[in-house]
């Protein structure tokens, strides 16, 4: 997975990691089994699947492929949420 984030088009982080990482997985997996609740059901599909930094932040294989500067970073904090961009600055 790659993920990317933008805030008024400026490009502010983009982070690797592995489509299998566990968290990320079993968060997918609780909200098709409240979906599904008798398994897979033809032409039926789980649209809304949503996950956050936290389904994947504390994972091993965890890549931080680009994070803005620091300096230009601040001017978007009031739109971050606080743990995230503390993980953010971390590797700017």
Avoid: C
Avoid at 16 to 37: C, G, M, V, Y
Avoid at 64 to 76: F, M, P, T
Avoid at 79 to 85: A, E, G, V
């Amino acid at each position: 997975m790659l993920l990317s984030g933008f805030i008024d088009g400026r490009l502010l982080y983009i982070l690797e990691f592995p489509f299998k990482t566990i968290s990320f997985i079993e968060k997918l997996e609780l909200q098709l089994k409240r979906r599904f609740k008798n398994g897979d059901v033809k032409g039926q599909f789980l649209r809304s699947a949503y996950f956050s930094y936290k389904d994947y932040i504390y994972s091993d294989t965890l890549n931080v492929v680009y994070v803005l500067e620091e300096e230009h970073l601040k001017e978007y904090a009031p739109y971050i949420i606080t743990n995230f961009l503390k993980f953010l600055y971390e590797h700017a």
